[in-house]
């Protein structure tokens, strides 16, 4: 392999992704950096370093996977969400940024209980529980997942940020937390229609099913934890769930309908109807 240096392999990646990604120079840039095993910031330090033919091989094959559609976050296997750096697997989904929102607004509605207890309904790679535990130390927080895959990579996240005030439970929905009640509950459930077409672009291929799509409506998921949660809340708790950018009223009717009051709606940055918090009545 000819010897070749940072940039001209950048250059190269970056020409090759254009017509395959609407992110070209981030993808190249965090996989050539991981290639390397050094940060990105040394890519534009060192452009005229030569990368060794190990480095280039591995950039090479990463490069080939990410121009089939493979996501940048499975490649390098870390994603960040709320300033943690989490690990990702294909048995999670990748964090979103819409999904601090909802961190957000828990946190604001957490300020004022002393020691909360959350649950956190299908935690995937951990993101929303481990964001809550870091900056409200003072939670015990139970995170489910129904699947087995997705609760490893997430325990060893916890263990990797040194957060121990999050349980992982395996089961469906509501199943390992029977006869617990909590402050609050949050959910980024499954919630695309299972026709629609988004499931085949994209990162959202090689994405978990079970963790994208939900009913024919995408509204299965959102309604049975809507239409549970409240025997598994205190007088005056929380629920918290992110839903489709079209989904907002019909949330709005399923709180509504399981007895929340005060649906609160939020925008995330797309302007997008995004999350819906409903209080039990106190
Ligand atoms: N926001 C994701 C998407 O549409 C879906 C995530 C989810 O279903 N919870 O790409």
Not at 186 to 204: I, K, M, T
Not at 255 to 271: C, I, S
Request: hydrophobic share 45%.
């Amino acid at each position: 392999m000819e010897p070749a240096t940072i940039s001209s392999l950048l250059q190269n990646a970056v020409k090759n992704l254009q017509a395959r990604s609407d992110t070209p120079s981030a993808d190249g840039e965090i996989l050539l950096a991981h290639a390397l095993g050094k940060p990105r910031s040394y890519l534009r330090t060192w452009p005229e370093r030569l990368a060794t033919p190990e480095q280039q091989q591995k950039f090479a094959m990463l490069l080939a996977r990410r121009l089939v559609g493979e996501p940048v976050a499975y490649l390098t296997g870390a994603r960040e969400f709320w300033s943690l750096a989490l690990k990702v697997t294909p048995a999670t989904l990748i964090p979103r940024p819409e999904t601090e929102l909802l961190v957000e607004q828990a946190l604001v509605r957490l300020a004022g209980i002393g020691l909360p207890r959350i649950l956190d309904l299908g935690t995937g790679s951990g993101a929303i529980a481990l964001a809550l535990a870091r900056h409200h130390v003072d939670s015990q927080i139970t995170a489910v997942d129904l699947s087995i895959d997705a609760l490893v990579v997430a325990r060893q996240n916890g263990v990797d940020h040194g957060l121990t005030n999050v349980d992982f439970q395996l089961g469906h929905w509501f199943e390992p937390v029977a006869g617990r009640r909590f402050h609050m509950i949050v959910s980024n459930p499954p919630y695309v229609a299972e026709q629609d077409p988004h499931l085949n672009r994209g990162d959202l291929r090689f994405e978990p099913r079970l963790a994208l799509s939900a009913g024919p409506d995408g509204l299965s998921a959102l309604a049975y934890i809507a239409g549970n949660a409240s025997a598994y809340l205190e007088p005056g708790g929380w629920l918290l769930m992110e839903h489709g950018y079209d989904q907002g009223a019909a949330v709005r009717q399923l709180m509504e309908a399981a007895g929340f009051v005060t649906v609160d709606q939020y925008v995330d940055l797309d302007g997008h109807v995004r999350l819906s918090a409903g209080r039990c009545p106190v």
